[in-house]
C-alpha cells in the first residue's frame, strides 16, 4: 500500500536558519505529491503540491522538489521566520486519483524561536 | 466564504454515551472524509464518502459510523465511545470532477475526550 515517512520531531530553529523536512513515501504508479501546515488551533492547510516528476512546488518562501528516483518531497526554506512556527504534513495522493483521497505522513513539529 | 464546519469543536464525554460530530461544507464537493489525529500518528483516515449514499471505510473505521444524506454533510456517529477514541478529529472535503487536484480542505478540528 501507499505509504509516507516524514523526519522525526519536532524541530527548532533560530529566525532565519535554513529549514529542511524530510519526506520519502512508497507507492505504485506516480503519485501526486502535498505538503500541509498546521497553525496551532486550526486545520490543515495545502501549502504546496507537485503532481509529476521534476516538478517543484513552491509558496510563501516554501519550496519542495518531486524526486522520482529517490521517491522523495523533502520541503525547504531558505530563511525561516516565528510564524512558520506549525505542524508540516507531507501527503501522497495515488497515481490518477483527481480528488482528496490522502496518506499523510506522521507530521513534524517546527518550532523557530526570535 | 468558502469552508468546511465542525461541531462541536470540544467535547467532554463519557463511555458509552452515543455522540455524533457534524460537518457541512458549502463549496459543493463530492468528496468527504473523516480523519483522526494522534500524536507520533499523523492523520488516519476513518471514513471517506465519494458522493450522496456512497461511504466506504478507511484506515481505522471500527467504533464509527458515518452518513451522507446530502452532499453537503457528513456526520460522524460514535455509537459506543470508548477512551481510545478520545482524539482530535478533521472532517475534510474536496472536488472529485471538474478541476479537483488532489487538494483536500479542512475543518478546524473536534476535539473529542471519552473518560
Known amino acids: 500500500g501507499n505509504s509516507v515517512t516524514q523526519m522525526e520531531g519536532p524541530v527548532t530553529l533560530s529566525e532565519e536558519a535554513f529549514l529542511t523536512i524530510n519526506c520519502t513515501y512508497t507507492a505504485t504508479g506516480y503519485p501526486s505529491l502535498f505538503w500541509y501546515v498546521q497553525y496551532p488551533g486550526e486545520g490543515l492547510q495545502l501549502l504546496l503540491k507537485?503532481?509529476?516528476?521534476?516538478d517543484k512546488g513552491s509558496n510563501k518562501g516554501f519550496e519542495a522538489t518531486y524526486r522520482k528516483e529517490t521517491t522523495s518531497f523533502h520541503l525547504e526554506k531558505g530563511s525561516v521566520q516565528v510564524s512558520d512556527s506549525a505542524v508540516y504534513f507531507c501527503?501522497?495522493?495515488?497515481?490518477?486519483?483527481?480528488?482528496?483521497?490522502?496518506?499523510f505522513g506522521q507530521g513534524t513539529i517546527l518550532t523557530v524561536h526570535p | 466564504e468558502a469552508q468546511v464546519t465542525q461541531n462541536p469543536r470540544y467535547l467532554i464525554t463519557v463511555t458509552g454515551k452515543k455522540l455524533t460530530v457534524t460537518c457541512s461544507q458549502n463549496?459543493?464537493?463530492?468528496?468527504m472524509s473523516w480523519y483522526r489525529q494522534d500524536p507520533g500518528l499523523g492523520l488516519r483516515q476513518i471514513y471517506y464518502?465519494?458522493?450522496?449514499?456512497?461511504?466506504d471505510k478507511g484506515d481505522v473505521p471500527e467504533g464509527y459510523k458515518v452518513s451522507r444524506k446530502e452532499k453537503r454533510n457528513f456526520p460522524l456517529i460514535l455509537e459506543s465511545p470508548s477512551p481510545n477514541q478520545t482524539s482530535l478529529y478533521f472532517c475534510?472535503?474536496?472536488?472529485?470532477?471538474?478541476?479537483?487536484?488532489?487538494?483536500?480542505?479542512f475543518g478546524e478540528g473536534s476535539r473529542l475526550t471519552v473518560l
Open positions: 464518502s465519494m458522493n450522496v449514499e456512497v461511504t
Open positions: 507537485a503532481t509529476k516528476a521534476d
Open positions: 475534510a472535503s474536496s472536488l472529485v470532477r471538474g478541476g479537483g487536484t488532489g487538494e483536500l480542505f
Open positions: 501527503a501522497l495522493a495515488a497515481g490518477g486519483t483527481s480528488y482528496g483521497k490522502l496518506t
Open positions: 463549496m459543493n464537493h463530492e468528496y
